[in-house]
């Protein structure tokens, strides 16, 4: 039986061993926090994950909490300033609903299911000494351990990564009573431009379903003001208070806002970074990185959980496909690089998102106004980016592609 190692179980690291028990592999996982870590800590992240994505966890049985998971219906996208200005403004449900389970829920759940299914879990934090007897003692050894220091064994890509440092400082706040939407469920989008991002939708948390806010502040900007916080209620009090001052269209749903419980708060940053994929021990054997550790983006368009089952999709494949043979550095690249075909979409359009809008953007969120079929391409975007080529990115496309909707609705 062939033996692989995964180094971290999280979002990627889960999902592939579990597949690959299915396939009869012998698979360990090493997470350095165990189950009971993992539930009783902090959110990690808001985790909004779309139909495809969702799609590949279902194939493995992994959707557990489709009764009790409120939906994400649609996309919601509007940007103003402060006075009351309203610039973009449309909305549109999507093709298949969306859902966001708490990692917290999600995470302990599948290492549960993963040892029921015969899965070894070893609960240690992995260094270079560890990962040196997994890669001995293993066939294949991939590093999935997020946004963690192991990443470094990884060389960072300077012709794929576009930025060198955070663009966002990002705060999640978990919340109970917010006011509903009247349509439908959304992906909730204010922008008000140079100042920073207001995101929300709903999610399933310990204490039921829930809000979650994601407050995207521009660097240096008035929203970044995340180190005047120090308890959970500062917290929850500075997430209304800029909700109130730079997105006013929101406050009415904010009036009741209270937290789940006191670690259902986040700030942080995040440099976005593309990594090579072979990473090389002392002893000159190699690993394969995977999800964040190779593609980590900044969560402003909800894209990294998405991305980690797409990766998984991918991998998998590529070890069922390659039978008995060894995963030698030229795998392990090939590999990559099937995987890089689909992300680099996925890092294109973030990226896009944390700059200033090009002006053909512009015109594709003004038309979506104008056009419904429009506003539900773009709204299916967030489940797969790669449909935004070639014309979110280009002017003379842009403009071809908002004149055969036209010409559509005629
Ligand atoms: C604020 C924020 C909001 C986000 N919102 C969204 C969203 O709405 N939608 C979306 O799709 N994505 C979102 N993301 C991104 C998403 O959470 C990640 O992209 C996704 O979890 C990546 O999966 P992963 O398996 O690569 O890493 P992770 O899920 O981070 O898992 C890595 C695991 O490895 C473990 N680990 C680390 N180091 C070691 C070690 N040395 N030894 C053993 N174990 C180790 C960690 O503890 C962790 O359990 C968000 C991220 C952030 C920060």
């Given at each position: 039986?062939?033996?692989?190692?995964?180094?971290?179980?999280?979002?990627?690291?889960?999902?592939?061993?579990?597949?690959?028990?299915?396939?009869?592999?012998?698979?360990?996982?090493?997470?350095?926090?165990?189950?009971?870590?993992?539930?009783?800590?902090?959110?990690?992240?808001?985790?909004?994950?779309?139909?495809?994505?969702?799609?590949?966890?279902?194939?493995?049985?992994?959707t557990l909490w489709d009764e009790h998971c409120p939906p994400i219906e649609g996309v919601h996208m509007r940007a103003g300033t402060r006075d009351g200005a309203t610039m973009v403004d449309w909305r549109s449900r999507m093709r298949a609903n969306g859902q966001s389970v708490d990692q917290r829920i999600k995470m302990p759940a599948w290492m549960d299911l993963f040892q029921r299914k015969g899965g070894r879990l070893v609960v240690e934090e992995a260094g270079i000494a560890e990962i040196e007897g997994y890669a001995e003692r293993s066939d294949l050894v991939l590093v999935a351990t997020g946004k963690g220091e192991l990443g470094r064994l990884f060389e960072r890509d300077a012709e794929r990564s576009v930025f060198d440092h955070p663009m966002?400082?990002?705060?999640?706040?978990?919340?109970?009573?917010?006011?509903?939407?009247?349509?439908?469920?959304?992906?909730?989008?204010?922008?008000?431009?140079?100042?920073?991002?207001?995101?929300?939708?709903?999610?399933?948390?310990?204490?039921?379903?829930?809000?979650?806010?994601?407050?995207?502040?521009?660097?240096?900007?008035?929203?970044?003001?995340?180190?005047?916080?120090?308890?959970?209620?500062?917290?929850?009090?500075?997430?209304?208070?800029?909700?109130?001052?730079?997105?006013?269209?929101?406050?009415?749903?904010?009036?009741?806002?209270?937290?789940?419980?006191?670690?259902?708060?986040?700030?942080?940053?995040?440099?976005?970074?593309?990594?090579?994929?072979?990473?090389?021990?002392?002893?000159?054997?190699?690993?394969?990185?995977?999800?964040?550790?190779?593609?980590?983006?900044?969560?402003?368009?909800?894209?990294?959980?998405?991305?980690?089952?797409?990766?998984?999709?991918?991998?998998?494949?590529?070890?069922?496909?390659?039978?008995?043979?060894?995963?030698?550095?030229?795998?392990?690249?090939?590999?990559?690089?099937?995987?890089?075909?689909?992300?680099?979409?996925?890092?294109?359009?973030?990226?896009?998102?944390?700059?200033?809008?090009?002006?053909?953007?512009?015109?594709?969120?003004?038309?979506?106004?104008?056009?419904?079929?429009?506003?539900?391409?773009?709204?299916?975007?967030?489940?797969?980016?790669?449909?935004?080529?070639?014309?979110?990115?280009?002017?003379?496309?842009?403009?071809?592609?908002?004149?055969?909707?036209?010409?559509?609705?005629?």
């Amino acid at each position: 039986m062939r033996k692989i190692t995964i180094i971290g179980a999280g979002q990627a690291g889960l999902h592939l061993g579990i597949g690959l028990l299915a396939k009869g592999f012998d698979v360990t996982l090493v997470s350095n926090r165990s189950a009971a870590d993992i539930a009783a800590g902090k959110v990690m992240s808001s985790q909004s994950m779309y139909d495809m994505a969702i799609g590949y966890e279902r194939e493995l049985g992994l959707t557990l909490w489709d009764e009790h998971c409120p939906p994400i219906e649609g996309v919601h996208m509007r940007a103003g300033t402060r006075d009351g200005a309203t610039m973009v403004d449309w909305r549109s449900r999507m093709r298949a609903n969306g859902q966001s389970v708490d990692q917290r829920i999600k995470m302990p759940a599948w290492m549960d299911l993963f040892q029921r299914k015969g899965g070894r879990l070893v609960v240690e934090e992995a260094g270079i000494a560890e990962i040196e007897g997994y890669a001995e003692r293993s066939d294949l050894v991939l590093v999935a351990t997020g946004k963690g220091e192991l990443g470094r064994l990884f060389e960072r890509d300077a012709e794929r990564s576009v930025f060198d440092h955070p663009m966002r400082t990002i705060s999640l706040t978990y919340v109970h009573g917010m006011k509903p939407r009247e349509d439908f469920s959304a992906l909730n989008i204010s922008i008000n431009p140079g100042i920073g991002e207001y995101v929300n939708f709903p999610a399933l948390t310990h204490t039921g379903p829930c809000d979650i806010i994601n407050l995207e502040c521009i660097e240096g900007g008035p929203m970044d003001r995340w180190s005047e916080v120090s308890t959970p209620a500062e917290h929850l009090a500075l997430a209304t208070e800029l909700i109130h001052e730079f997105f006013p269209w929101e406050a009415p749903r904010c009036a009741q806002l209270r937290l789940t419980d006191d670690n259902g708060i986040l700030v942080g940053r995040v440099t976005p970074t593309v990594r090579k994929p072979v990473g090389t021990l002392p002893s000159g054997r190699r690993v394969l990185g995977m999800a964040d550790v190779l593609v980590l983006n900044d969560p402003i368009t909800g894209q990294g959980s998405n991305n980690a089952a797409k990766c998984v999709k991918v991998y998998l494949d590529a070890i069922l496909e390659h039978g008995a043979r060894t995963f030698d550095a030229d795998w392990m690249s090939e590999t990559f690089e099937r995987y890089w075909d689909y992300a680099q979409w996925v890092t294109r359009f973030t990226n896009t998102h944390l700059l200033p809008p090009p002006p053909q953007v512009l015109k594709v969120f003004a038309a979506c106004g104008e056009n419904p079929r429009l506003a539900a391409r773009v709204a299916n975007a967030f489940d797969d980016p790669k449909g935004l080529a070639p014309w979110y990115y280009d002017p003379v496309e842009a403009d071809r592609f908002i004149e055969s909707f036209a010409v559509a609705t005629a």
